[in-house]
């Protein structure tokens, strides 16, 4: 397949105009604003899909369009799911852009816009691609399938109502997605596993109204205190979840990968430096990347009530309420943790306040087979781009599509990452490194040889 990837270097530069267009299309899923944005990146998709040679259709739905396309007439191979997504985050704060976000520029070895490598640039890597075997070779070894979406960045509200609505047109062997990172620069990484997630808020109110701690302090409960000391609960001071049953379905890291992780370059004190600490923290007899990637968390994201303006306000509160979200590893289900979470909460619950529970969302978490057919195929594809072996990482982050796809269609999907960490993703100057985009793109092009040779 020289001729593909020959095509490809030849229209290095055709390719990053191609994402700039993109690039400058303001796709804020967020806010209604940009509404006839969304529509417009909606039809750049559309377009440029149908211009590889692929059968595209656009997929109204509640919110923002979805894109299907499919090409699927390479004969006794398997086929390809590649998903993306075309909204981007909002902006905000545009003073801390050295450049304009919606305004593409070229420095430094980046391109520097919004959407950059979340997810614009990373998923245009697999449109480039198809691009390129059909214009070179008029087929592609595999069948693809893409579904390209509006609306990640708010949830993806829409989506599962159409992987449901739509299992037999997209059955598939194998999914791929690009919308993680590099381990690091110059080492590439295939993630295999994603944290699950559940999302929940609690609120407890004691008097009717807030009052003169003068004249009531002392004499009826402060949810404010109260709330401390019920999040207070949830960690015991080796850093293990006090919550039964918790840690009831974890699937353990093996031998195996723990010795992967301790032998991927990492340095807990620069790592630390740069976070601005001194000390890591968390579970007792773990190391910091196994328990941000593959343990348990149970975090509070907010905690807040009563008077937070300047100069004291001497009240009892009425309210306080505390965010809270755990991240989840296999097989831990996040219904089931949900309710024992709030349980947990009722049990500890001193008397003299309401108590007030919101469940506002959860995913379960997911893990590949390191040895399948398709993770070997990824990996070589990788190799011949990056030139060196990927490492295999787990994220403790949450993609949701991945979930509904195994549950909904029961496929794995391949993390191919090409960004970086430090790419500014959901931040002002947000970047993607051009070399970085161009290996991607060949490392996809080897993705549909190498499947197809499986």
């Known amino acids: 397949m020289q001729d593909v990837i020959d095509y490809l270097d030849q229209n290095r530069d055709a390719a990053l105009d191609q994402l700039k267009e993109l690039l400058r299309i303001p796709t804020v899923s967020a806010d209604s604003a940009f509404a006839a944005d969304m529509l417009k990146g909606a039809a750049f ?29 390479a004969e006794n191979a398997p086929t390809v799911l590649i998903y993306g997504h075309y909204d981007v985050q909002p902006p905000d704060p ?46 592609l070894p595999v069948n693809v399938k893409f579904v390209i979406e509006g609306e990640e960045e708010v949830g993806s509200e829409n989506l599962d109502v159409f992987l449901e609505q739509n299992k037999e047109k997209l059955a598939c062997e194998v999914a791929v997605v690009s919308d993680s990172s590099q381990y690091a620069p110059g080492i590439p990484a295939i993630t295999y596993g994603l944290r699950g997630i559940l999302a929940c808020e609690v609120t407890l109110t004691g008097p009717n109204r807030d009052l003169h701690s003068g004249s009531f302090g002392g004499a009826v409960i402060n949810p404010v205190n109260a709330l401390c000391r019920l999040m207070g609960k949830l960690h015991d001071d080796q850093g293990r979840i006090q919550v039964p049953g918790f840690y009831d379905s974890v699937i353990e890291l093996t031998d195996e990968e723990r010795a992967q992780f301790a032998a991927l370059p990492f340095d807990e004190s620069e790592w630390l430096a740069d976070l601005g600490t001194d000390a890591p923290w968390g579970e007792a007899g773990f190391s910091s990347n196994e328990r941000r990637w593959a343990r348990p968390t149970c975090d509070i994201n907010g905690i807040f009530g009563g008077y937070s303006g300047e100069g004291p306000k001497t009240i009892v509160p009425s309210k306080a309420t505390a965010k809270i979200t755990c991240r989840l590893v296999p097989d831990q289900d996040p219904h089931q943790l949900t309710e024992a979470l709030k349980q947990f909460l009722i049990d500890n619950l001193q008397p003299g306040l309401k108590f007030e529970f919101t469940s506002q969302h959860g995913a379960p978490a997911s893990v590949a087979d390191l040895n399948s057919p398709y993770m070997t195929a990824a990996k070589t594809a990788i190799e011949k781009s990056f030139g060196t072996v990927p490492v295999m990482v787990r994220e403790g982050g949450s993609i949701p599509v991945v979930g509904s796809f195994k549950v909904i269609l029961g496929v794995d999907t391949l993390l191919l990452g090409w960004g970086q960490n430090s790419d500014n993703l959901h931040s002002p100057d947000e970047h993607f490194k051009i070399e970085d985009f161009h290996r991607g793109t060949a490392a996809s092009a080897y993705l549909w040889q190498e499947l197809a040779n499986d």
């Open 94 to 139: 545009l003073d801390l852009w050295t450049t304009p976000a919606f305004e593409p520029d070229v420095r430094d070895g980046c391109i520097w816009a919004r959407g950059a490598t979340d997810d614009k640039g990373q998923c245009w890597t697999h449109v480039l691609s198809v691009a390129s075997w059909l214009k070179v070779r008029g087929s």
């Open 45 to 73: 998709v559309h377009n440029a899909l149908h211009d590889a040679g692929l059968s595209v259709e656009t997929i109204e739905t509640p919110g923002h369009p979805i894109i299907y396309a499919e090409w699927l007439q």
